[in-house]
């Protein structure tokens, strides 16, 4: 597929499905060569054992977080407002579970597709998601320690944001790869996204916890802190004085050059 997009000039992100028993046991090459991961556990269901279904889904949202892949956990979530108004108390538990284990984005099918209450499902799902989500400390650390000097600072940045009483992380990216990495450590902090590209913009709303804002390029990084300081007081995100993580390449515009860790207030420079 890669060499097809190759020769046409054309990138674009590619979701694997899972969903063949051949696919579970080359999980780790499958999400490394794909840039995003659907668990589809009706097909999964069919395919294997169901009593399987679950631990594959733990391990390969696992995977996919390790990875700093989005991983999205679909098929028969919500299935009974198919007809019903209100889900069962088990299909509830089992959207609460993906939260659980990390998934970056839940996906309804037949229930807004076919069912009758489509709207109140996506209401119901969100509902759910939220009340999980508001215990900061839910979803489990991600103990794997990180390959990458991407991923090494990253996770520094967290760690400076949340001993710091910081508001907010904030990344620089060309590609989503730094915001992907922060985003999988599920840190309580306001997420931030700053690109030039419009295109990476919408490719991180299936990244969990991300608020992306497209601002200009930079060629320098005071330029990139004015650019930040303008968009989070113009936006009412932060106030002048607040503290922020930045986490950034130097020289901006490059991606994989991620090698920066600032902690700033908002303000100082603007």
Request: glycine residues 6%; aromatic residues 2%; hydrophobic residues 45%.
């Amino acid at each position: 597929v890669r060499a097809i997009m190759a020769e046409m000039g054309v990138k674009v992100p590619v979701i694997a499905k899972l969903e063949k028993p051949q696919a579970v046991g080359r999980l780790r090459e499958i999400v490394r060569a794909f840039d995003a991961l659907m668990v589809a556990r009706g097909d999964l269901g069919v395919e294997l054992p169901l009593e399987q279904v679950p631990m594959v889904q733990k391990r390969a949202i696992q995977i996919a977080r390790e990875n700093a892949k989005p991983v999205i956990v679909a098929t028969q979530m919500l299935e009974s407002m198919l007809t019903a108004s209100r889900p069962t108390r088990a299909e509830a538990s089992d959207v609460a579970n993906a939260v659980l284990d990390g998934a970056d984005a839940l996906m309804l099918s037949g229930e807004t597709s076919v069912g009758r209450h489509p709207v109140l499902a996506v209401a119901t799902m969100a509902r759910i998601i939220d009340s999980v989500e508001s215990d900061s400390t839910a979803v489990p650390s991600l103990l794997a320690a990180p390959r990458t000097t991407g991923g090494v600072l990253t996770r520094a940045a967290k760690d400076v944001g949340e001993l710091t009483g910081a508001k907010a992380l904030a990344a620089f990216t060309q590609s989503g790869d730094t915001v992907r990495r922060l985003a999988r450590l599920h840190t309580p902090l306001h997420l931030l996204a700053f690109t030039p590209e419009p295109r990476v913009r919408s490719q991180l709303a299936l990244t969990w916890g991300v608020e992306t804002f497209l601002v200009p390029s930079v060629r320098h990084t005071d330029e990139m802190v004015r650019e930040l300081d303008k968009a989070l007081m113009d936006s009412g995100r932060l106030t002048r004085g607040d503290l922020v993580v930045i986490v950034a390449g130097s020289p901006p515009n490059v991606p994989g050059t991620t090698n920066l860790i600032r902690l700033h207030r908002v303000g100082d420079e603007y």
